[in-house]
């Protein structure tokens, strides 16, 4: 199970840090990633580390303005985003399993999923 939490309204430019704790084994290949679907729009990678060695990916979007990292102690991932846009805007949604490499950025390679968060980033 994953519990997410974080999220709210900001100004663009602003900062805000969502988080996730999962429940479970964290064993070889496990990872955790953060995805987000705007309105209308498909369900976009936006970041992920890989429990084994904390390697990170992100999207270019965000890549220099959104940083993951993870707590071992509380099996938990943040996701600190900074400088942030109105294209942002989007429900974003936390994913754990144990994908392989090279499917880490598609979200059918996740087999468990945290309830969305709603971020806005608006005036």
């Known amino acids: 199970q994953l519990q997410a939490s974080g999220g709210g309204l900001v100004q663009p430019g602003g900062s805000l840090r969502l988080s996730c704790a999962a429940s479970g084994p964290t064993n070889s290949g496990f990872a955790m990633g953060w995805f987000r679907q705007a309105p209308g729009n498909e369900r976009e990678f936006v970041a992920a580390?890989?429990?084994?060695?904390?390697?990170?990916y992100y999207s270019d979007s965000v890549k220099g303005r959104f940083t993951i990292a993870r707590d071992r102690a509380k099996n938990s991932v943040d996701l600190q985003m900074d400088s942030l846009k109105p294209e942002d805007t989007a429900v974003y949604y936390c994913?754990?399993?144990?994908?392989?490499?090279?499917?880490?950025?598609?979200?059918?390679?996740?087999?468990?999923w945290g309830q969305g968060t709603l971020v806005t980033v608006s005036s």
């Open positions: 580390l890989r429990w084994n060695g904390g390697y990170t």
């Open positions: 994913a754990a399993g144990f994908p392989i490499l090279s499917s880490l950025r598609l979200w059918s390679a996740y087999r468990y």
